[in-house]
Structures are given as C-alpha cells and as structure tokens.
C-alpha cells in the first residue's frame, strides 16, 4: 500500500508560481512511475504531469508545457510540481498519483494510489 500527501497549494496571483510536493509512504519508491492530475468544478480530472520511476522520462500537457516542472526525489520518496506563470484556469484541486510499474501513464485508470487533493487557487 501506497500513501500519498500532496502539500503546497494555496492562493495565488496570476503570473505567481507554487511548488506543490506529494510525500509517499510504501517501498522503493522509485518502482512508481508518479503523475500529477487536476480537476476544476464541474469538470473531468485531467493529467497535468508525469515522470517515469528513474525520473527520466516526463510528459506535460499542452496547457502547462513551458509553465510547469515535475520531478522527484527517490531518495526522499518525494514527488514535485512546479508551477509557474500561473492562469487563472490552472484553479483546480490537484491530485498526486502512483503507478505501478516504471513507466508513465497518462490517464486516471493507469494509477493505483490518490492523494487527497490540494487546492490551488489563481486570481486574475
């Protein structure tokens, strides 16, 4: 079992930056390939980033490429998010993910374990 707790969302500016960090519980951390999603009101939960178990290996969505950073700490069994440039449509709860296996993936149903979500909230 996997335990994963997102830190770091919070209110701000447009054109600020956060950093949002998910601490993970569980084995050998670096078996897990690691995925950030968002989700705003009345809208579906969508991959934001993700990283491969070595970190190697990235994937951003089109929204976020050049704005965003993800990467993680396998000594540390941490996983981050930069955010930069922040719009006000990144509002969103953003969730911290884990996969089994090395490898990204980009939806949902590819995750195994949650976080319970972390708020981030852009002003314009």
């Known amino acids: 079992q996997v335990q994963l707790v997102e830190s770091g969302g919070g209110l701000v500016q447009a054109g600020g930056s956060l950093r949002l960090s998910c601490a993970t519980s569980?084995?050998?951390?670096?078996?897990?390939?690691m995925g950030w999603f968002r989700q705003a009101p009345g809208k579906e939960r969508d991959i934001v980033a993700a990283i491969s178990g070595s970190g190697r290996r990235t994937y951003f969505a089109d929204s976020v490429k050049g704005r965003f950073t993800i990467s993680r700490d396998n000594a540390n069994n941490t996983v981050y998010l930069q955010m930069n440039s922040l719009k006000p449509e990144d509002t969103a709860v953003y969730y911290c993910?884990?996969?089994?296996?090395?490898?990204?993936?980009?939806?949902?149903?590819?995750?195994?374990?949650w976080g319970q979500g972390t708020q981030v909230t852009v002003s314009s």
């Open positions: 993910a884990a996969r089994r296996g090395p490898f990204i993936g980009g939806s949902q149903s590819e995750y195994d374990y």
């Open positions: 569980g084995r050998t951390f670096s078996n897990y390939a």
